[in-house]
């Protein structure tokens, strides 16, 4: 007896210590999870008590903001513990957390957002706009707009991407309509195999991640999915799906992944739910908006599918699945208690709202279903991240001197709109990392020695330390690509390494050391004041050159008098000589050197300069104005294609495309003769006094004028031509001011399918397209990109690099302002708003879909000439048999909501009798907690 009490005791011991063990074990995060509770004031970590998941300070992974608790009545709403605090930043323009990370590893990083009155400010209500940016290292990753929002309302945002380095950054930037902050943060580590669409240069961001079904829970995430996942229900979210004719199905069987479909490891326990619809009706739609926090014009979406069939033994189910009316997977049919996850690789469909149909088949017995589906959102990671020593070393110099600088959080280089103040970085070779050029720390604080960190960044070219307290010795700056060391008003008193003066003696390196102890005994160049070095500089050169430069003039008059009666005598024969005697056989002028000095009064008057040579203005016999481009005489030699050039061009007649009348043909001189155009170019319009004179209708005439010749050139030139110059002095204006696209001295014939691998630089700094200069594949959407350009500077009068108040491109500088603002900011102010607004909205819609990274997803010029002419109703005759002209985005919308409630109501037959799950924007009602 006493033997089975004592057996009994050691297995209740044994469950207990089993449990207890398990409870410790569970509080534990998984290897890998950071959970960071922002503005968390007791450093100690912590326990949620509803995720058992530990959460610590942010201490460790920030340097600025400011920490602050919500307001005590918004405590009890907070969805779990780590809501209760966050972190602001009321200063600097960037800040940044840094995560420790592995390389090359893939990672789900969210971050979420509970304002809760923390300022005593109520913005979220208050009817300003409030937000913010957020990057992914140096890439947008998204905006954290928290406008008219519950004031306990947690916004979270996810990214999945991969780590290029050994830390992951995540920085909240100021728009200016709202102080940043941040409530936690939490990465997840994922499986190499897992989301094979995301690597360095494609990350996704969270869009929606349902799952279907009965579910009571609003959010499931970890311990659930061990990669804490959030997973949304859909009937919490939408009301009416709880009621007939959906069904919820289920199962507590076990599911498996189909052979070669684990990508996503999806939990069974997700999946052993469904929601289907009655077997008297066909169709299942999902819709979802894009919400205040997504940009429904640059929104590319992709979905994934996530099915298993949970009734019957042999079930007769297949269905269509459609997304906004176009096919992506026929004739679909689950698997029994196997997952099936689908997925368009590569397919992210670019529109701001998700509509999918699920619509039965002819043959299919039961009704679709689903089970879960997941929306990313594409996040391009195309700014490169600076060299990663430079950044170390950059570090290093910030540690040493304790430089607080609130400019100085993130990366040093990218984006350059937020680069660190008083650096200098090197973006010449677009597809090469940025390399620091430049450090200017004069006039800093700085103390104590000199850093040796300097001396490793091996693309240093000019180092300021100047006005500063530094002292101690100078180090051995073996740099070769130094070529300006400051060091002037210190107290340095070391001696000067051997190899630094050697440097200086060459003239590889200029060394300033004025003002410094070390200077007391010496009587170098480097140590010589600026003042007395210019005036010794002014004695030497009135003493030694000025009798040099009295010869050397009375050499050169001789000189000249002799060459000027040379050439008097013999310029025409010269030139003659160089004729060349074979002419092309073409249908236009060909011009003799001398009939070009003729018509243009021996070159007289220049109307215009480039890299090819000079442009004159000349009157032919019959009183024609012409323009004649002469190319230099360093340009002729590399011209080998200048001749089949002139043989495409005089094929090429259109009323937007200037008319090339003439050529001349010499081995001293190339020219083209060209139709004079007295507007002069759009590029001196937009910057000149005149543009008063241009109203919103005359800019989209100028506009469609350009587009029309660009479309000529694509569609209906045999073989294609590629201007690869497109850029507003290229666009010149007539009389009646009707715009001319010239200079076709880059442009190159095509094959039919529009491609050509070109190793030859082409375009202008501004216009140039990023994905031929990352891959040389040049294709006619490289026009399209440089037109973009030019149509945001006809709306901005902007040129297509800001100088002011910091360097951007124009399109960010575009970008940004309408997510600060409204249309109105970013619109030329000359215009004295005196435009149509949904023109203008429409045309900037047009430029930036013409500026997207990939060429893919630009529209061809027969689009845009097509969008252009539906806000020009007066342009010609022409736009009125122009049939499917696309609507606006909003109006399709309406449409194929409409069509939904058609459907719903019966109107349409059994194979099409629609039932939407979702018909409106977001439901209100439904909880506190938002992914967008």
């Not at 991240?385 to 990218?414: E, F, H, I």
């Not at 009666?565 to 030139?575: A, P, V």
């Not at 497109?726 to 001319?740: A, F």
């Not at 375009?763 to 350009?789: C, M, N, R």
Request: aromatic share 10%.
């Amino acid at each position: 007896m006493a033997n089975g009490c004592g057996t009994k005791l050691t297995w209740i011991f044994a469950l207990l210590l089993i449990l207890v063990m398990a409870i410790q074990v569970r509080a534990q995060p998984p290897p890998g999870f950071i959970n960071i509770d922002c503005g968390l004031k007791n450093f100690s970590a912590y326990p949620d008590a509803n995720l058992n998941l530990r959460y610590s300070s942010d201490d460790e992974f920030v340097e600025s903001g400011e920490k602050h608790e919500v307001l005590p009545e918004f405590m009890a709403s907070t969805a779990d513990d780590n809501q209760n605090t966050l972190r602001s930043f009321p200063d600097g323009s960037r800040n940044c957390y840094t995560l420790p990370s592995t390389p090359g590893k893939k990672y789900l990083l969210r971050a979420i957002f509970t304002y809760g009155n923390y300022d005593r400010l109520n913005k979220t209500q208050d009817g300003s706009l409030f937000r913010f940016g957020l990057y992914i290292g140096v890439n947008f990753w998204d905006s954290v707009d928290l406008s008219n929002s519950p004031t306990d309302k947690a916004v979270w945002k996810e990214v999945l991407t991969v780590a290029t380095g050994s830390s992951v950054s995540v920085c909240l930037v100021n728009f200016g309509s709202g102080t940043p902050f941040i409530s936690s943060l939490e990465l997840r580590p994922l499986l190499d195999t897992m989301y094979p669409f995301v690597n360095t240069s494609v990350s996704v961001s969270y869009f929606i991640r349902f799952r279907f079904g009965n579910i009571t829970d609003y959010v499931t995430r970890y311990p659930t999915d061990n990669y804490d996942r959030f997973w949304e229900s859909y009937s919490g979210k939408r009301t009416e799906v709880q009621h007939y004719p959906y069904i919820s199905l289920n199962t507590s069987n076990n599911l498996e992944n189909l052979p070669g479909n684990n990508d996503f490891r999806v939990p069974s326990a997700i999946l052993q739910n469904a929601m289907s619809i009655d077997a008297n009706n066909s169709s299942i739609i999902i819709s979802e908006s894009s919400g205040a926090n997504k940009d429904p014009q640059t929104l590319q979406i992709l979905s994934i599918f996530h099915f298993t069939e949970l009734n019957g033994s042999n079930p007769n189910r297949r269905f269509n699945i459609y997304s906004a009316g176009e096919g992506l997977f026929p004739g679909f049919s689950p698997s029994r208690l196997k997952v099936d996850s689908m997925y368009k690789s590569g397919l992210f469909a670019q529109k701001g709202d998700a509509y999918f149909i699920l619509n039965k088949t002819a043959g299919s017995s039961l009704p679709p279903l689903i089970n879960a589906l997941e929306l990313y959102a594409l996040v391009l990671m195309k700014n490169l991240t600076t060299d990663s020593d430079d950044v170390k070393y950059m570090k290093d110099v910030k540690a040493q001197y304790n430089l607080a600088r609130t400019s100085w959080n993130g990366d040093p280089c990218s984006p350059v709109e937020y680069s660190w103040k008083g650096l200098t970085c090197d973006y010449s070779k677009s597809n090469q990392i940025p390399r620091i050029v430049t450090v200017n720390l004069s006039s800093s604080g700085l103390g104590g020695g000199l850093a040796i960190s300097f001396m490793n960044m091996t693309s240093l070219q000019n180092l300021d330390l100047s006005h500063n307290n530094l002292t101690g010795a100078i180090p051995d700056y073996q740099l070769k690509s130094l070529k300006v060391l400051n060091l002037s008003n210190n107290k340095l008193d070391g001696p000067i390494p051997d190899s630094i003066l050697q440097r200086v003696q060459a003239g590889q390196l200029d060394l300033r050391l004025e003002g410094n102890p070390i200077c007391s005994n010496k009587k170098d160049t480097y140590c010589l004041n600026k003042t007395k070095k210019r005036k010794t500089t002014t004695i030497l050169l009135i003493a030694v050159i000025v009798p040099v430069v009295l010869i050397s003039l009375v050499v050169g008059v001789c000189i000249l008098w002799k060459l000027f009666w040379k050439e008097k005598s013999t310029y025409n024969e010269d030139y003659a000589m160089y004729e060349e005697e074979t002419p092309l056989h073409i249908d236009i002028r060909r011009f003799a050197y001398a009939e070009l000095k003729l018509i243009t009064k021996n070159f007289q008057r220049i109307v215009g300069k480039g890299g090819f040579g000079i442009v004159y203005h000349g009157i032919l016999e019959n009183g024609d104005e012409v323009a004649v481009k002469v190319l230099m005489e360093t340009s002729i030699a590399e011209s080998t294609d200048f001749l089949p050039e002139v043989q495409t061009l005089s094929k090429v007649h259109h009323k937007n495309l200037v008319t090339l009348k003439g050529y001349c043909q010499n081995k001293k001189c190339l020219a083209l003769v060209y139709d004079f155009m007295p507007g002069g170019n759009l590029q001196q319009l937009l910057r000149g006094g005149d543009i008063c004179s241009l109203n919103w209708e005359q800019r989209l005439h100028i506009a469609l004028d350009a587009a029309q010749g660009l479309e000529y050139l694509h569609e209906l030139c045999t073989p294609s031509i590629v201007h690869r110059d497109v850029k507003t002095p290229n666009i010149l204006l007539d009389k009646n001011l009707v715009g001319i696209i010239s200079d076709f001295g880059l442009s190159r014939a095509f094959n039919d399918a529009h491609t050509h691998i070109s190793t030859v630089a082409a375009g202008t700094l501004g216009y140039l397209d990023p994905e031929y200069h990352a891959t040389f594949q040049l294709t006619v959407k490289t026009d399209v990109y440089s037109f973009g350009i030019v149509l945001l500077e006809i709306i901005t009068g902007q040129p297509p690099v800001l100088m002011e108040p910091q360097t951007a491109h124009l399109p960010n500088w575009v970008r940004q302002n309408i997510a600060k603002g409204s249309i109105h900011d970013i619109v030329d102010k000359r215009l004295l708003d005196q435009y149509d607004v949904s023109s203008v909205e429409s045309a900037v819609d047009i430029a930036l879909n013409c500026v997207e990274n990939a060429s893919i997803d630009r529209p061809t010029m027969t689009e845009v000439v097509s969008r252009l002419k539906v806000w020009l109703p007066a342009v010609s005759s022409e736009k009125h048999s122009i049939s499917g002209i696309p609507q606006s985005k909003k109006s399709m919308d309406i449409e194929i909501r409409k069509q939904f409630e058609m459907m719903i109501s019966g109107v349409s037959s059994d194979e099409s009798s629609f039932q939407s799950g979702h018909t409106g924007g977001l439901l209100t009602g439904v909880g506190t907690f938002s992914g967008r």
